[in-house]
């Protein structure tokens, strides 16, 4: 009995042993998080910011193709610049909806976030938005 009594003792040692060696390692002290955490939500404005600026700078120029496209009397090359306004349309229609969505998130929780970074989930598939509200230009 003594001998198993030792041999008992060793065995709970060991494993105490190597399950203090497998401990995760310690966060990073709050202040460095908050620091990281301010920088990223700065970013994310600053990044808001030149996104509204570019789709403001884009619906200027398809208005002024719009414009252009009216002013076309030949009916295939008024067709062929038709299509390029039905196209950035499109683009422009869903640059706003992606403006909005990341407004609506609200700072620090767009697509590089600390939370999505951290646990990969930007792997994912993206988050559902709805569908474009206004209607398709014919």
Known sequence: ???T???LAVML???SMAWAQSAPAQT????QDAEQHHKMMEMDKQHMEAMKADVDKM???LEQLKTNVAKI???TEKARWQANVDMWSVMVGHMEQMSKHMEAMGPGKGMM???RVHHHDMDGPPPSSP???EPKPE
């Open 1 to 3: 009995m003594n001998r």
């Open 5 to 7: 009594s030792r041999l």
């Open 13 to 15: 040692t060991l494993v």
């Open 28 to 31: 990073p002290p709050p202040k």
């Open 59 to 61: 619906k200027g120029s």
């Open 73 to 75: 009397s030949e009916p």
């Open 113 to 115: 976030s600390p939370e």
């Open 131 to 133: 569908p474009p509200t």
